[in-house]
């Protein structure tokens, strides 16, 4: 089955250094995802974004997203998920620490966890979760947690950080190695195998929409705009 990979990098985005820049020059078949500003990290613009990649791929989408990236991924994803062959979710960010309009930390008023707006029960499709134990971005039990409920094999791989550059993580060979692994194990599977018929969803009902709506109502009710 053809293919095409999809790379969402995380807030800040991935420099020249990074694996996931690594990867994608080690992948003919591999893009990074266009139109994300890698310094806001608004949920929903970039599940769009990311949900327009899938649509516009000639093919169907391995998606490799690290970080903030990964939480846009699976929003993406679950709305189009008879266009996803798989999908490998390094370093997912706790979605407690940001709300629908960034970093927790840089938005005024109270905390709004965009927990309930991600996929909550299994995507679907062939999935891995990368975690570490001293990652400052999520602690390993909600890696965990999130990989449960996605239904997504959880690897842990011990005290890495943010599995990023600055916790040294440039070329990366276990990476390439289980994803061609992964592509490989599932090459001849017709999407939507694992769960059965799968379908998009659009309109009022997709996830995406369901997220622009909250953050459109964040954007609504930020202290000291008028009521």
Not at 3 to 26: A, C, K, M, N
Not at 32 to 52: I, K
Request: charged share 20%; hydrophobic share 40%; aromatic share 8%.
């Amino acid at each position: 089955m053809r293919h095409t990979t999809l790379i969402v990098p995380g807030f800040h985005g991935s420099g020249p250094d990074h694996w996931q820049t690594w990867l994608e020059q080690r992948l003919p078949d591999a893009r990074r995802v266009r139109g994300v500003d890698w310094e806001a990290p608004v949920l929903a613009r970039w599940a769009a974004a990311v949900r327009r990649e899938i649509d516009e791929s000639a093919h169907a989408v391995w998606l490799v997203a690290h970080s903030f990236g990964c939480l846009a991924s699976v929003v993406a994803a679950a709305d189009r998920p008879e266009r996803v062959a798989g999908a490998l979710l390094v370093a997912p960010a706790d979605p407690a620490r940001f709300g629908p309009l960034g970093l927790q930390e840089e938005t005024a008023g109270p905390i709004d966890d965009l927990g309930p707006w991600l996929p909550q029960g299994q995507l679907g499709f062939p999935c891995a979760v990368i975690a570490s134990t001293n990652d400052p971005w999520v602690r390993l039990t909600v890696a965990a947690y999130w990989a449960d409920r996605w239904g997504a094999r959880f690897i842990n791989v011990g005290a890495a950080g943010h599995i990023n550059v600055d916790s040294g993580f440039g070329a990366w060979p276990y990476c390439h190695d289980l994803l061609d692994g992964m592509q490989q194990a599932h090459e001849d599977l017709p999407l939507g195998a694992i769960s059965g018929r799968r379908e998009s969803h659009k309109g009022r009902r997709s996830a995406l929409a369901r997220l622009r709506h909250h953050t459109r109502s964040s954007l609504e009710l930020r202290p000291g705009d008028p009521d």
